[in-house]
Structure formats: C-alpha cells, structure tokens
C-alpha cells in the first residue's frame, strides 16, 4: 500500500512558477509509473505529465509540453513537478498518482494510488 501527499500547490501570477512534490510512503515506490493529472472546476481530471519507474522516459500533455518538467528521486520517494510559464488555464487541482504496473501514460484508471491534491491557482 502505497501513500502519496502532494504540496507545493499555491497562487503565483500568470508566466510565473511553482514546483510540486509528490511524497511517497509504503510499497516498493522506486517500481512504479507515476504521473500528474489535474482536475479544473466542472471538468474532468485530465493527464498533465508521467514518469517511468527508471525516470528514463518522461511523457507530457500537449498543453503543458515546454513548459512543465516531471522528474523522480526514488532515494527520497519523490516525484516532482516544475511548472514554468504559467497561465490561468492551468489553474486545477493538482493529483500524483502511482501505478505498481509501471504504467505512465494518461489513462487515470490504470493508476492504484492517489494523494489528495494540491491547488494551484494562477492569475491574470
């Protein structure tokens, strides 16, 4: 069983950055998929970025490539998150995930393990 609490969520203004983290506890973290996804107000919760267990192969969503960076410290049991350019639309609830099948991509139900979220608000 695997734990997952996200932070680093918060208000920054539109072309600016924050950094999210994921922290893991339980399970065997280093050999799972992990991914972002992210869920706007009366939408549905969509795929924003995934990472091998290995950290060797990264994958974005079209919206967010160029401008968001995922990597992984399986020492520390950590995914994180860089955000960089950041515009109102990216304002969401931010969920790590983690899958024990190292599956990465964007389907939300082939990932076990969710945290609760973070909120990221940018403004204009």
């Known amino acids: 069983q695997v734990q997952l609490v996200e932070s680093g969520g918060g208000l920054v203004q539109a072309g600016g950055s924050l950094r999210l983290s994921c922290a893991a506890s339980?399970?065997?973290?280093?050999?799972?998929?992990v991914a972002w996804f992210r869920q706007a107000p009366v939408k549905e919760r969509d795929f924003v970025a995934g990472?091998?267990?290995?950290?060797?192969?990264?994958a974005y969503a079209d919206s967010v490539k160029g401008r968001f960076t995922i990597s992984r410290d399986n020492a520390k049991n950590t995914v994180s998150l860089q955000m960089n350019s950041l515009k109102p639309e990216d304002t969401a609830v931010y969920y790590c995930?983690?899958?024990?099948?190292?599956?990465?991509?964007?389907?939300?139900?082939?990932?076990?393990?969710w945290g609760q979220g973070t909120q990221v608000t940018v403004s204009s």
């Open positions: 995930a983690a899958a024990p099948t190292f599956y990465m991509g964007s389907y939300s139900y082939r990932y076990e393990y």
């Open positions: 339980g399970g065997t973290f280093s050999a799972y998929g």
């Open positions: 990472i091998s267990w290995s950290g060797g192969t990264t």
